[in-house]
């Protein structure tokens, strides 16, 4: 298995809902990323997990909540999001040990109502 | 601080042209440099690789080379077809606690039959 699986693939919400993304992967990474992209624009890290532990927050509000349950699972809770965080999601991983890049999810295209 | 350079687009070809993708770097280690391509709707897919210096990564007929002399790392087709119509990011990575991916802005490219 040579994927990362994202859930939903699209997800509407409002302002006031509470929601989760979630990422899967078996290829036995140990770093875990979340980048969010706008429409036209690069991806932007949001979040690193590295052997299920938060290494790195990119000064993401609190409004978005990351969580490594396992070294397979990646989450990230939704909660009073405003409509400027409508993006792609993208989850990826890597091997912790070395740098041969990441493999990406399709990502969940996010729309706050 | 680390930073990728890529040329504006879109970049309008007709089917079997000649492509080329321009990428330079600005890195305070020694990178890893990766070509990543999103068609529309998709996420990020590795496209190609390079870890060293005068390396050439190659893919789909696509390939690029690991220039440290110019800082570069331009992407090159020989003849592009339709289905290449896509986005492509230039990024880099430095062998640090983080693992993580710097983008360029992105080129869009159009093929037209």
């Not at chain 1, 980048?35 to 978005?64: C, D, G, H, T, W």
């Not at chain 2, 321009?22 to 709707?41: D, H, M, R």
């Amino acid at each position: 298995d040579t994927e990362v699986t994202q859930t939903p693939k699209h997800l509407v919400m409002g302002m006031t809902n509470k929601k989760s993304l979630k990422c899967e992967q078996h290829m036995g990474h140990r770093a875990m990323y979340w980048y969010k992209q706008k429409a036209k624009k690069p991806p932007e890290l949001m979040f690193v997990y590295s052997y299920e532990k938060l290494s790195i927050n990119e000064s993401v509000p609190s409004r978005f909540s990351p969580e490594c349950p396992n070294s397979s699972l990646l989450n990230l809770h939704l909660h009073a999001l405003q409509p400027e965080d409508s993006a792609l999601y993208l989850c990826a991983s890597s091997p912790r040990t070395d740098n041969y890049g990441y493999t990406f999810g399709s990502g969940t295209r996010l729309t706050v109502v | 601080g680390d930073s990728v350079t890529q040329m504006e687009g879109p970049v309008t070809l007709s089917e079997e042209a000649f492509l080329t993708i321009n990428c330079t770097y600005t890195a305070t280690g020694y990178p890893s440099l990766f070509w990543y391509v999103q068609y529309p709707g998709e996420g990020l897919q590795l496209l190609l690789k390079a870890t060293k210096a005068d390396d050439k990564g190659s893919n789909k007929g696509f390939e690029a080379t690991y220039r440290k002399e110019t800082t570069s790392f331009h992407l090159e087709k020989g003849s592009v077809q339709v289905s290449d119509s896509a986005v492509y990011f230039c990024a880099l990575s430095v062998v640090d606690s983080s693992y993580k991916l710097i983008f360029g802005s992105g080129t869009r490219l159009l093929v037209r039959p």
